[in-house]
């Protein structure tokens, strides 16, 4: 199991057989969880995840130091922004993903957090 640390940027994939992979900054570590944000552009967003949770994605690459030449992620300039609602792109407006770990078969997607829709920015407002 990879040890993930504050600051630091990887590749994870939701399970063995999945061959999308996700980038994932570690923003926060408190006892029991992690906060993090999950990079996809301007459809980037942050949960909180226990550290069970984050601990059952499979870690593909530490990609901390191809992150750092890449300024976009550390801005801090913030812009309002119009959103639309589309389907998660992780789990297919499904709100689970498989999880062949377990006897349910799936598991509540965390990119949506099962909500089926996540916020896609269409427009700012300046
Ligand atoms: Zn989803």
Same mark, same amino acid.
């Given at each position: %199991?990879?040890?993930?640390?504050? $600051? @630091?940027?990887?590749?994870?994939?939701?399970?063995?057989? @999945?061959?999308?992979?996700?980038? %994932? %900054?570690?923003?926060?570590?408190? /006892?029991?969880?992690?906060?993090?944000?999950? =990079? =996809?552009?301007?459809?980037?967003? /942050?949960?909180?995840?226990? &550290?069970?949770?984050?601990?059952?994605?499979?870690?593909?690459?530490?990609?901390? @130091?191809?992150?750092?030449?890449?300024?976009?992620? $550390?801005?801090? /300039?913030? &812009?309002?922004?119009?959103?639309?609602?589309?389907?998660?792109?992780?789990?297919? *407006?499904? $709100?689970?993903?498989?999880?062949? @770990?377990?006897?349910?078969?799936?598991?509540?997607?965390?990119?949506?957090? $099962?909500?089926?829709?996540? /916020?896609?920015?269409? *427009?700012?407002?300046?």
């Amino acid at each position: %199991m990879e040890t993930y640390k504050v $600051g @630091s940027t990887y590749l994870v994939k939701f399970n063995t057989h @999945s061959d999308v992979l996700i980038s %994932m %900054m570690v923003l926060l570590e408190t /006892e029991k969880a992690f906060h993090v944000r999950w =990079n =996809n552009g301007q459809n980037s967003n /942050e949960q909180w995840l226990d &550290k069970k949770t984050v601990n059952d994605y499979i870690f593909v690459e530490d990609i901390t @130091s191809f992150m750092k030449n890449d300024n976009k992620w $550390g801005s801090v /300039e913030t &812009k309002k922004v119009k959103t639309s609602l589309i389907p998660c792109f992780i789990c297919k *407006g499904f $709100g689970t993903i498989p999880d062949t @770990s377990s006897t349910a078969g799936n598991k509540i997607c965390p990119r949506c957090n $099962g909500a089926k829709m996540i /916020e896609l920015i269409v *427009g700012t407002n300046n």
